[in-house]
T-cell receptor
Framework: DTEVTQTPKHLVMGMTNKKSLKCEQH?????MYWYKQKAKKPPELMFV???????INESVPSRFSPECPNSSLLNLHLHALQPEDSALYLC??????????????FGSGTRLTVV | GEDVEQSLFLSVREGDSSVINCTYT??????LYWYKQEPGAGLQLLTY?????DMKQDQRLTVLLNKKDKHLSLRIADTQTGDSAIYFC????????????FGGGTRVLVKP
């Protein structure tokens, strides 16, 4: 298995809802990432987990709450989002976070619309 | 700094070669990457080059790295309509905790 699987593919939620995005990989990768991508823009890093511990939080608002239950799973819990949070949310994984790590594998993303 | 810059758009005829350019600013980059993103999809890693290399060839793809000028290019030979997509260059910066920083993306349109 050489894929990163993200669910759901599409999500529409109201500003008072609570929802979660899920990401799964079975490549034995020990680093997992959340990126946010607005239309016609590059992906922007949100969070990095290394060996199931949060290692980087790029000053993301607390309405986004990441969770790494085990080395294969990464969740992003969403609460009280704003319409400007609508974007494509991409999960990625890599073998590690050292400079020896070569590639990141990206999932297909969850397209989130906040109404 | 962590700026990675690319031109916005490239139009090319089917069968011709495409060259996508990228400039980066951080000399502590370890790896430089090219990703492809088709509409509505995630990012697909096309190829990468280690910072101590000058060139890497992988089938139709050729990556050239000029470390002195901090310039990276991706050449796609015999461009096909399926190559129409957005191409992102990215650098992994050791000094920034090995974060992956993306350029703004180049939209490539292949005309028949």
């Amino acid at each position: 298995d050489t894929e990163v699987t993200q669910t759901p593919k599409h999500l529409v939620m109201g500003m008072t809802n609570k929802k979660s995005l899920k990401c799964e990989q079975h490549m034995g990768h020990r680093a997992m990432y959340w990126y946010k991508q607005k239309a016609k823009k590059p992906p922007e890093l949100m969070f990095v987990y290394s060996y199931e511990k949060l290692s980087i939080n790029e000053s993301v608002p607390s309405r986004f709450s990441p969770e790494c239950p085990n080395s294969s799973l990464l969740n992003l819990h969403l609460h009280a989002l704003q319409p400007e949070d609508s974007a494509l949310y991409l999960c990625a994984s890599s073998q590690g976070t050292t400079n020896a790590t070569v590639g990141y594998t990206f999932g297909s993303g969850t397209r989130l619309t906040v109404v | 700094g962590e700026d990675v810059e690319q031109s916005l758009f490239l139009s090319v005829r089917e069968g011709d070669s495409s060259v996508i350019n990228c400039t980066y600013t951080d000399s502590s980059s370890t790896y430089l990457y090219w990703y492809k993103q088709e509409p509505g999809a995630g990012l697909q890693l096309l190829t990468y080059i280690f910072s101590n290399m000058d060139m890497k060839q992988d089938q139709r793809l050729t990556v050239l790295l000029n470390k002195k000028d901090k310039h990276l290019s991706l050449r796609i030979a015999d461009t096909q309509t399926g190559d129409s997509a957005i191409y992102f260059c990215a650098e992994k910066i050791k000094a920034a905790g090995n974060k992956l920083t993306f350029g703004g993306g180049t939209r490539v349109l292949v005309k028949p």
